[in-house]
């Protein structure tokens, strides 16, 4: 049997998916020349690579989120090398300039894409469309090269015709498809799933947020220079209209509308940015209804939260997903309801537990403005351990997870994982370190299977046993089932899970039994105290379920309006008055009044 481990060619590219996108391209190679007119096929050759300079959307707006409003000046950029270097008659030939024109791009990307590491959304919208505007301007000044000579980019021989053109640029378009779809199942494509739905989330998995940002600026600038590239090889001589700004934002709009994250997308994307005017004067309606369907179309999907394909691929993945849950066996509910194997026979070994703290906090204080959430918080988190953190409702728990995880910057104090200082780190470094979390909320991409999701967390590719051995011991349902048909209680497992499966030195749990029935509650609970011995990991538990607490933790520190008031074994703390009036004290609460009660009527 092939190991998940192994990443062969075949773990990265869906052979079949694969083979029918090559073949509908050759289909399309040697039908479209054959069937249609010379100015149909020009529209084709367009629309094609029109459906190039989408896949860059396809990256930065589809995978990563990243609204960029100035694709069409990295394709200016790729147009330009490619006339600069037909002008000088450069060796290699237009294949050659082309990809010369797309590497030329990519640094330009990275550099535009420098300030998307501190701003996002409307704001770097601004500032990409701020770039596009700028390259207007420049491009208005001078001409590109070879236009005020009139020499045309000279085609290869072999591409000619129109015809051969035709095959070149659905070749270079199937090229990029497949490279693209090779690159979402590397921890490259997946960082840009989890950025496009958390950041923090990303940063909780060792993700360096900047990295992947600034590689699908890079990587699309690459894949629009490389669109640019081509056209100029088509039209022969190219403007500063053929990449006006505007047209940048046209085209954003289409990429929002119909996600030319799929192959599929780019293609009708292209189409419906190529063709368009056209259809409108072939059926005789005014050209400036195109540019208000294109005002007004994205507004849906932007309520609907999804492009087109998505929409559909979305739609055709929950019913195969829901009839393959429905299909499973009623012994892996049944597995799930029973307490996990005795022993771990599969997976990486557990982490050796040292013999210091795996975590010491000293002096931890946060302040959000005039509100003191932590005030000089002391904790430790014995190795081997788990620790439960709990409080009313404000006390500063989730602030405390953030803090150490080193989500709201330097601090006040000092944070030691496994006695090593990492007070300074960036949240992605001391979750490489062996420092995860998980959210109150959890941002789990929808897009993603349980298992892709696990190979996230541990940074690397589990084995299928691996994967089913953590699900089936978090009580989640064993599989590669889709994210999407799981429900929020269950995604909170599947988080530590995910963090567990990273082996890291401690793992802090921010509420994971919230969503949880009573009973399943108290089974997380045994199987949480046995995490250390299982996996080699300490964990630092916040709760509000005592239940749990009393179960799972050895030890518990108390936090009330940012201060430790208790801290000591767990039945001990609880039976502390002070414990008991910091609860009663927030009994105005559901949840205090609950937890009051809960701290004096042991059940266990
Ligand atoms: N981003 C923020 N800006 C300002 N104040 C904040 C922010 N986040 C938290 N606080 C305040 O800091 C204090 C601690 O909040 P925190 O969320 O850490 O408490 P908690 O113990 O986790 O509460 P809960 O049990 O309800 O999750 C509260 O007074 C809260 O209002």
């Not at 990307?109 to 300030?115: D, K, Q, R």
């Not at 022969?236 to 994250?261: C, D, K, R, Y």
């Not at 919230?514 to 045994?526: C, M, V």
């Amino acid at each position: 049997m092939k190991s998940r481990a192994a990443k062969t060619l075949s773990d990265l590219i869906d052979p079949r998916r694969a083979a029918i996108g090559v073949a509908l391209a050759a289909v399309a190679c040697v039908a479209v020349p054959a069937i249609l007119s010379p100015y149909w096929l020009y529209l084709a050759i367009t629309s094609v690579i029109g459906a190039v300079v989408m896949q860059s959307y396809g990256v930065i707006v589809g995978r990563a989120g990243v609204m960029s409003l100035c694709q069409l000046s990295f394709a200016a950029i790729g147009a330009w090398v490619v006339m600069r270097l037909n002008l000088a008659d450069a060796p290699g030939g237009l294949i050659v300039w082309v990809v010369l024109g797309g590497l030329a791009a990519a640094p330009v990307g990275m550099l535009i894409g420098l300030p998307a590491l501190r701003v996002r959304g409307v704001n770097l919208a601004v500032i990409t469309f701020g770039a596009a505007v700028s390259t207007d301007i420049v491009l208005g000044a001078k001409q590109f090269p070879g236009t005020e000579e009139l020499k045309t980019v000279a085609r290869p021989a072999a591409f000619s015709t129109n015809a051969n053109y035709f095959v070149l640029v659905v070749i270079v378009f199937t090229v990029i498809a497949l490279a693209l779809a090779a690159l979402d199942k590397t921890r490259l494509g997946r960082s840009w799933l989890e950025l496009r739905h958390s950041e923090r989330m990303a940063a909780s998995h060792g993700i360096s947020v900047a990295r992947s940002k600034l590689a699908a600026f890079a990587i699309s600038a690459f894949v629009a220079g490389v669109g640019g590239g081509l056209m100029a090889g088509q039209l022969g001589l190219v403007v500063a209209g053929n990449f006006a700004m505007g047209q940048s934002v046209t085209l954003f709009a289409i990429a929002i509308l119909i996600g030319p994250h799929h192959p599929e997308g780019a293609l009708m994307s292209g189409v419906f940015g190529a063709a368009m005017a056209t259809i409108l004067e072939k059926v005789r309606l005014p050209q400036d209804l195109g540019g208000i369907v294109f005002g007004i179309v994205p507004i849906f999907a932007l309520r609907s939260g999804m492009s087109q394909t998505d929409f559909t691929r979305n739609r055709k993945r929950l019913a195969k997903a829901r009839k393959q849950r429905d299909a499973a066996p009623a012994a892996d509910r049944e597995r799930a309801d029973a307490g996990p194997p005795a022993e771990r026979t599969v997976g990486a070994p557990a982490r050796p537990i040292g013999t210091g703290p795996a975590l010491e906090v000293t002096g931890l204080t946060v302040r959000y403005g005039p509100v003191t959430a932590l005030d000089a918080v002391d904790l430790t988190v014995p190795a081997g351990a788990v620790v439960g953190l709990i409080g009313p409702n404000g006390a500063g728990k989730s602030t405390f997870i953030s803090a150490v995880g080193g989500f709201l910057g330097t601090l006040p104090g000092t944070v030691r994982l496994d006695g090593v200082p990492i007070d300074r780190l960036a949240p992605q470094v001391r979750a490489a370190r062996g420092l995860r979390r998980t959210f109150q909320t959890t941002l789990i991409a929808p897009e993603l299977t349980q298992y892709e999701y696990l190979d996230i967390g541990a940074g690397r590719r589990l084995e299928r046993a691996e994967a089913d051995e953590l699900l089936e011991f978090f009580g989640c349902p064993v599989g590669d089932l889709p994210v999407s048909i799981v429900d929020a209680g269950t995604r909170r497992l599947l988080d530590v899970a995910a963090a567990i499966a990273a082996r890291p030195a401690v793992a802090l749990l921010d509420e994971p039994a919230a969503g949880q029935s009573a009973a399943e509650s108290r089974r997380l609970a045994e199987r949480l105290a046995r995490v250390p011995e299982r996996y080699g990991v300490s964990v630092l538990l916040v709760e509000h379920d005592m239940e749990l607490v009393r179960v799972a933790c050895r030890e518990v520190t108390v936090l009330d309006f940012g201060h430790v008031i208790a801290t000591g074994p767990t039945e001990q703390v609880l039976r502390d008055p002070a414990v008991t009036a910091a609860y009663l004290g927030s009994s105005d609460t559901a949840d205090g009044a609950a937890s009051a009660t809960a701290l004096v009527t042991p059940t266990g």
